[in-house]
T-cell receptor
Framework: GQNIDQPTEMTATEGAIVQINCTYQ??????LFWYQQHAGEAPTFLSY????GLEEKGRFSSFLSRSKGYSYLLLKELQMKDSASYLC??????????FGAGTQVVVTP | EAQVTQNPRYLITVTGKKLTVTCSQN?????MSWYRQDPGLGLRQIYY???????DKGDVPEGYKVSRKEKRNFPLILESPSPNQTSLYFC???????????FGPGTRLLVL
């Protein structure tokens, strides 16, 4: 079957680093996306990986290992505004998209 | 301003009363998709469209219809809504299917 797993919730303090893991099993693979979603709002794009390795964008980095079906999103120098849900999504074959249930990150002072 | 718009943003209706949620994008994107979001389940794809007149089922298509007669519009139709379709609905678009999707603001639907 097709499955995307990520932790339900993570808590970290302001200024710290948090790593959100995502494992996937899908019938096709055309890239892995990370989105951020604040409560009551639409998801917004954070990062994209299609080849193995690390992609860095400011305080956010994302890693992909296609052979292991594994990705992580790294959030550095956490700020209060980073409190949100982080969604892992896989672009499958022929336009299909699958999302994980999301990881709620709580940043404490 | 590049955007995806959805209407209505909020809707309360009764079982069996047909409704349409509109979605429009002004970015000349080929790919459009509808999702529903429910607590603990994340975003689930309902239908998607790779281009005009090309639509396909996602993971949860039952009870929904779509059409793509023009590139910019991708309406979601609930012919006979039921309470289990109460949810938060998002429309999204991207240049092509493998690219970043841009989401509309969401439509919160309550079916009584």
């Amino acid at each position: 079957g097709q499955n995307i797993d990520q932790p339900t919730e993570m808590t970290a303090t302001e200024g710290a680093i948090v790593q959100i893991n995502c494992t996937y099993q899908t019938s096709g693979f055309n890239g892995l996306f990370w989105y951020q979603q604040h409560a009551g709002e639409a998801p917004t794009f954070l990062s994209y990986n299609v080849l193995d390795g690390l992609e860095e964008k400011g305080r956010f980095s994302s890693f992909l290992s296609r052979s292991k079906g594994y990705s992580y999103l790294l959030l550095k120098e956490l700020q209060m505004k980073d409190s949100a849900s982080y969604l892992c999504a896989v672009a499958g074959s022929w336009g299909k998209f699958q999302f994980g249930a999301g990881t709620q990150v709580v940043v404490t002072p | 301003e590049a955007q995806v718009t959805q209407n209505p943003r909020y809707l309360i209706t009764v079982t069996g009363k047909k409704l349409t949620v509109t979605c429009s994008q002004n970015m000349n994107h080929e790919y459009m998709s509808w999702y529903r979001q429910d607590p603990g389940l994340g975003l689930r794809q309902i239908y998607y469209s790779m281009n005009v007149e090309v639509t396909d089922k996602g993971d949860v298509p039952e009870g929904y219809k779509v059409s793509r007669k023009e590139k910019r519009n991708f309406p979601l139709i609930l012919e006979s809504p039921s309470p289990n379709q109460t949810s938060l609905y998002f429309c999204a678009s991207s240049l092509v299917s493998e690219e970043t999707q841009y989401f509309g603001p969401g439509t919160r639907l309550l079916v009584l």
